[in-house]
């Protein structure tokens, strides 16, 4: 990595800043995020490795040492990781909402501020059965060295959840992040390797890739002390992680459909569902993608959404922002299909506006157009803040387009509704990993409704959102008739 490119990178970080607080550059005291940044520029990196098979080793004779440190070792690290989350959540968030030009600036920082709520070492209950044959005692233990792959949407916080993740089990963990990512990444890895070090006297805990590839995964994938993969990221390092031979926990796309049925508050639903399609610009792999809302309530759903700040395109303007946002290419049996401009991806409202021909404000979090059930920006996982609208005549067909659009993923879905027989249709025809019900997305991960947060959830391989027992493997001790009391 070189230091103009570093640089210049400080220098874009600064002038968000600037822009975002409304300082005068000359005015302004140098961001806190200085400190850090400098880390990325210096050389002083620990962690940040060249090459897959140095960053492997490193991360092996680091968890011989966690080893050693036991259970308060690993809890020691997790409280590292929380309290510099929450210190240099904005700094943090600044530095990837620059280094990836996607997303919300505000949302990048919230991601961060809430990584605290990833589960620890608490977790790890062994399990123990006593008979008249002894005591038979079940331990959850790692697996060593975890090679992770990071996606570009999320880097930071994805990586900071892996390693409370990953280290409560007792794993040291190295990172093969997005390469749109990767400076983001190499920033947290070598600021938790200080602070690790100073604590626990344990260097190279998490370990990054510098200059990631897929050429370094598969690396990755072949190095002796990797023993299991986890893939938060496309269908080909998926697809590769699933046959290296090497336990994977993958998590696949998604496409989360959302139903409203009328039985409900078509306030609160509007409320919610911009809530969460809004949030990052849709860049949540549980957001809300498309919503079949029944005709017998549709037009009072259109109406709140408008109420609740989200903007309305008509036929025409929906016409031109598709034209931008896919483009259509033929398949190998020489049909066409729709392809996504990747450079939408996590654009602002206002920016795809223009694309439709109308300029709204700034600070518009979502736009909305009605559309049939066959439209790309329904069948596609789009990560835009632009909803399509599907009105349907019966629960039965907004299930039936739910499922269609889900595309079997089994990854998430929502229903804004208060009748019981909807909800359990619903939940049962998709079988997504997450269901909602009367929330925005975000409540699957514990944000507004009960539960625990993770940014890899393993739709794929099925484990569904991770925790710290994800990472461990399962070890059966028997001590054959002693040690029962009675």
Request: with cysteine; aromatic share 6%.
């Amino acid at each position: 990595m070189s230091l103009a490119i570093d640089e210049a990178l400080v220098r874009s970080v600064v002038e968000e800043v600037v822009k975002t607080f409304g300082r005068a550059p000359a005015a302004a005291p140098a961001p806190a995020s200085f400190a850090a940044l400098a880390i990325v520029s210096s050389g002083r990196r620990p962690g940040v490795f060249a090459d897959a098979p140095s960053a492997c080793a490193a991360a092996h004779q680091a968890f011989l040492k966690l080893s050693a440190a036991g259970i308060a070792g690993r809890a020691k690290v997790i409280e590292i990781v929380k309290t510099l989350c929450a210190q240099k959540a904005q700094e943090w968030g600044q530095f990837e909402f620059a280094e990836t030009k996607i997303g919300r600036l505000p949302d990048k920082v919230a991601k961060l501020e809430i990584v605290k709520l990833v589960p620890g070492v608490e977790w790890l209950r062994p399990d123990a059965r006593s008979g008249d044959h002894g005591i038979t005692l079940e331990e959850y233990t790692p697996y060593g060295v975890i090679a992770a792959i990071l996606p570009m949407t999320h880097s930071i916080p994805t990586l900071s959840g892996n390693i409370i993740n990953m280290v409560a089990a007792g794993n040291a963990v190295v990172f093969n992040p997005h390469p749109g990512g990767a400076k983001s990444a190499a920033l947290a890895v070598a600021t938790y390797n200080e602070a690790i070090k100073a604590a626990l006297g344990i260097e190279n805990l998490v370990c990054t890739i510098e200059q990631p590839s897929l050429e370094s995964f598969d690396a990755l994938c072949k190095a002796p002390e990797v023993r299991m993969l986890c893939v938060t990221g496309g269908p080909q390092v998926v697809a590769a992680a699933m046959k290296s031979g090497k336990r994977a926990v993958c998590a696949g796309p998604g496409n989360p459909p959302v139903l409203v049925d009328g039985t409900g508050c078509v306030q609160q639903a509007a409320k919610k569902i911009i809530e969460g399609a809004a949030f990052d610009n849709n860049l949540l792999c549980i957001g809300e993608k498309e919503v079949f809302v029944l005709e017998s309530c549709a037009d009072a759903f259109l109406a709140a959404l408008s109420r609740h700040g989200a903007r309305a395109l008509n036929g025409n303007q929906l016409d031109r922002l598709t034209k931008v946002a896919f483009s259509l290419k033929p398949d190998a049996g020489g049909c066409s299909h729709a392809v996504l401009n990747r450079a939408l991806v996590g654009a602002d409202a206002a920016v795809l506006a223009k694309h439709a021909g109308i300029d709204v404000a700034a600070d518009t979090r979502l736009l909305f157009a009605e559309t049939d059930a066959n439209h790309p920006f329904v069948y596609e996982e789009q990560m835009m803040p632009m909803l399509p609208i599907v009105r349907v005549k019966s629960v039965e067909q907004g299930i039936a387009g739910a499922v269609k659009a889900e595309h079997g993923y089994k990854h998430s879905a929502i229903i804004h509704s208060l009748n019981v027989d909807h909800m359990t249709a619903m939940a049962r025809a998709l079988d997504t990993t997450l269901f909602v019900k009367n929330g925005a997305c975000t409540a699957g991960l514990g944000l507004g409704g009960e539960g625990y947060l993770s940014y890899s959830i393993a739709t794929t391989t099925g484990e569904g959102i991770t925790t710290p027992r994800t990472f461990t493997r399962t070890r059966r001790c028997v001590m054959v008739d002693n040690l029962r009391i009675y």
